[in-house]
């Protein structure tokens, strides 16, 4: 069959937006994977299939797939590419949209200077919720890896992640942790891996090893666990300016209880149509 799609990305993060409601599709793992492959298929992190919503009080459901072919809960970059997808295409003319992904509802609000803010809920730290193995909760778990022992934080935003301080993002090892990290037996469904510099307490350096898609220009999830983790950690204030090798988000976390925000662009790049 002759896909339709929209390529999107938030700052690098990339993504394959396949409207599920106007053409009828099933997608394997296989069909991901060939479609996610940057050589043999269109290329992308993550596709985004948007589907009749369940829940007659949200405007949007969509599923979330990595390259691998995994599909996921949550998506902090490409919540904001959703929004910008349905603006563009004049499904909705909301400026507050509430949409329906496995993690639940969210509410993604498009700002005056086209950036979109999202409420990405509250983040969750129990270890079973993350999921993680540990005894007990606690801000920092010693997670062994095969050449040295990582001192991290577990946090979840619907999908788990795994957040390390470093020295300096530009020279930590994150090409020979990162994998280590993703697929580390205490994290039973695997990890986000993220590597964290404290800049000051309004600004760190994050680099992100994502689950299932290996290293990405940007991981709003993983912006968002950080500053979570940072702050339980009483590193950082409540509004931090994260800055990614794609570029910087700003997210908002008053503490324990609270929701966490998230702003930043979206940014459409082509329609296409590709044989499947
Ligand atoms: N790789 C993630 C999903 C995509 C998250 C990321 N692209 C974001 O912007 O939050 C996972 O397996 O949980």
Redesign the pocket.
Known sequence: MRLRFTKMH?LG?DFIVIDGISQRIRLSEDKIRRLADRRFGVGC??ILLVEVPQNPDVDFRYR?Y?ADG?E?E?????ARCFARFVIERKLTGKRDIVVETANGIMTLHTLDNGDVRVNMGEPRLTPSEIPFTADQQAVTYALPLSSTTLEISAVSMG?PHAVALVDDVNTAPVEQWGPEVESHPLFPQRV?AGFMQIVSRQEINLRVY????GE?LA????ACAAVVAGRLRNLLDSVVKVNLPGGSLTIEWQGEGQTVLMSGPATHVFHGQVKI
């Not at 994502?210 to 898609?213: A, D, H, L, P, Y």
């Not at 991981?219 to 993983?222: K, S, Y």
């Open positions: 938030g993060n992190d993550q979330i990595n995994s996921v949550n998506c902090g970059n490409g999908n986000n994502e689950r299932g898609s990405t991981c709003g999830t993983g």
